[in-house]
Structure formats: structure tokens, C-alpha cells
């Protein structure tokens, strides 16, 4: 199928990936979102690009590693087409090691992190490497990845958006139907789903981050008592994030979001007199099987979904987008188990 028209429903990362790829195949795509670009859960500010641990291989992290290995050359390309930066950058992450037991551990990921990941990327075990940009390791030991990335939220839907636009492809808050559609529309598209089962699909689970005006450039993201803490490109630092099921302004930061600030200073005294200079809030969508959702649209002909991102949208991104191409355009269901719209269902 070497064109076609079809519109893509949201302009997060996997409604934008997915047109981004659509459109170098040599599809005519629109993109329809009425609150614009990034305007959900892709437009938050945290941005860790961070694998599973090397360890009970799965479906799941072989598509993750698969997705972050083709990062590198999907972002160059957005940036080369439309002259916009992403905030893209593998620069690894760091974490230190607690105890004796979580060092052994560490060791044995280590050797299991040679087979699984190959030569793409290595998994060790070291002292801590650079005392000013270090986590409080009670063994003086850390993990270090080569495998994780950081990527600014909003501005890589930016970069996406402009490198569309430099293809032709709009951006618009309303359009009438095509034959094949893509919903790719997060929260809204869940509880859209929810309304029409008996059980839930999939839930808005929120999330609070700050952004701290901190200069770390590419020092390795940081992973310390539950935190991420992530040096961007611009001269800022993120960290984040929390994980809340239950709440009664899906927008507003809190005490919450306060707690995490603390913490992260008390894990990394380099953060110490940083001042805060952004605050954001809100719902990342979570589907009722953790994966994100991908495939056909039962019982709606021509249509497809692509939701569930949840906090791994980004990282999945690039892979989501090939596969979700690879169906609509050549009906090459590549989708891997347990990420079938079905298993949701």
C-alpha cells in the first residue's frame, strides 16, 4: 500500500510517532488533536528513557530494548527534518547500590545484561564514578547503564510536529473522517473504552515532577530511592515522579510533588540550592494489562488504537511507530504478545 489517507487522533508521542512514520513510508496523514499539541501526559517534563532490568526476559523488554537501540537514529531524523531539538541524548544512568545484597544482585544482572543486551549496551558494577553527580551509595558502589536515555517531553512532540509539518503534514484541531483512522488519544481514549466494557480498560494514573534550575548537560540520569532524576540538554534538571491512583485535581501539584523535591535533594546533595522554576501535573494513561495497547479496533473496520504509554511512552515510541505502521500499511501484524488491544479488553 504505497499511499493512503488516513488520520491519526492525538498529538502525544504515539500519535506523532506513529504520523512521523506514516508519512516517510508515503502515507497522506493528518493529525487531529482539539487541545493541540502535547497537551496531555507527553507534555510533562521528566523524560527518562530507562530499560527494564536485565533479568525474567519477556515479550515486553526485548520490544523496550528493541525500541530504545533505534532511538538514537529515529531522533537525529526528526531533528535533521524539521529543525527543532528533541533534548535526545543516551547518556546513560547511574544508581548506587544500597547494601550487600542489592551488590550481588547488581553483579548477576551484570552477566545476564552480556546475553540479553548483547553488544548494545553494558550493564556495571563500579565505585562511584563522579562524586559531584552521585547518589548517597551506602556500599560506595553504583550501577551504571549505557543503555538509557533522557528526551525532553515536550519539546521532542515539538520537534516531532515541526519535522511533520516540514513533510506536508498538518496539525489541525478538527477534520472530517477517513477511511483508516488512528486513535491514539491516551486518558480520554481509555475512559472512552471503559464506557463501552464491563470492566475497565485502562485508567489515567497521575503524576507530579519539577523541573530545577540546574546545569548537569550530558551527566548520566540518575536513579535514586525511587526517583529519576534527569539532566537535560537545556541546562535544567528534572525529577520525578509520583505514582497516584487516587486524587482530586488531576492537574494541580501538591504536597506530593513537595515530598519528591525533598527527597531528591537528600539523595543528591548536588541539588541542594537548586531553585524550582517549573511544576507539572497530570494524567499519564495506563492500560488494564501495563502494556500499552496496540492493534485494531474491535469491530470498528479501518480503525486502530495505540494508547497505554503510560510512564514508558517515550521509550516505546520509536518501536510502537513502526509497528503500527507495519499494520495499517502493509497488514504485517507484528505486535508482540500481551500488547494486542485484546489483552486490555
Request: proline share 7%; hydrophobic share 45%.
Amino acid at each position: 500500500m504505497a499511499t493512503a489517507d488516513i488520520t491519526v487522533r492525538g498529538a502525544g508521542i504515539f500519535g506523532l510517532s506513529i504520523a512521523w512514520v506514516l508519512t516517510q513510508r508515503g502515507a497522506r496523514v493528518q493529525v487531529v488533536d482539539p487541545n493541540g499539541v502535547a497537551a496531555g501526559a507527553s507534555g510533562g517534563i521528566v523524560g527518562a528513557l530507562a530499560p527494564h532490568v536485565p533479568e525474567n526476559w519477556n515479550p515486553k523488554k526485548q520490544f523496550q530494548l528493541d525500541s530504545l537501540l533505534m532511538a538514537t537514529a529515529f531522533w537525529a531524523e526528526v531533528e535533521a527534518t524539521g529543525g527543532r531539538s528533541s533534548g535526545y541524548g543516551r547518556t546513560g544512568r547511574c544508581q548506587p547500590i544500597a547494601d550487600d545484597a542489592a551488590l550481588t544482585l547488581a553483579k548477576k544482572r551484570a552477566e545476564t545484561a552480556k546475553d540479553l543486551w548483547s553488544k548494545a549496551a553494558t550493564w556495571t558494577v563500579r565505585p562511584i564514578a563522579d562524586p559531584k553527580w552521585a547518589a548517597h551509595s551506602p556500599t560506595g558502589m553504583e550501577i551504571h547503564d549505557t543503555l538509557s536515555a533522557r528526551i525532553h517531553p515536550r519539546q521532542a512532540c515539538q520537534a516531532l510536529a515541526a519535522a511533520l509539518k516540514a513533510k506536508g503534514v498538518g496539525i489541525v484541531e478538527r477534520a472530517p473522517e477517513t477511511d483508516i483512522t488512528l486513535h491514539a488519544t491516551g486518558v480520554a481514549g481509555l475512559d472512552h473504552l471503559n464506557a463501552g466494557h464491563t470492566r475497565m480498560v485502562g485508567a489515567g494514573i497521575k503524576g507530579q515532577a519539577a523541573l530545577l534550575d540546574f546545569t548537569a548537560h550530558d551527566a548520566p540520569q540518575l536513579f535514586a530511592d525511587t526517583l529519576h532524576i534527569i539532566p537535560h540538554a537545556d541546562g535544567t534538571t528534572a525529577i520525578g515522579s509520583t505514582t497516584e491512583r487516587e486524587y482530586d485535581n488531576p492537574t494541580a501539584t501538591d504536597a506530593q510533588l513537595d515530598d519528591i523535591i525533598t527527597r531528591a535533594r537528600a539523595a543528591m546533595p548536588a541539588l541542594q540550592d537548586a531553585p524550582v522554576i517549573a511544576k507539572w501535573a497530570g494524567l499519564r494513561p495506563r492500560s488494564r494489562s501495563r502494556a500499552p495497547m496496540l492493534g485494531p479496533w474491535p469491530d470498528r473496520p479501518g480503525h486502530f488504537i495505540a494508547n497505554g504509554g503510560f510512564k514508558i511512552g517515550f521509550g516505546m515510541a520509536p518501536k510502537v511507530a513502526t509497528t503500527m505502521a507495519d499494520l495499517i500499511l502493509d497488514n504485517r501484524d507484528t505486535i508482540p504478545p500481551g500488547f494486542e488491544v485484546s489483552a486490555s479488553l
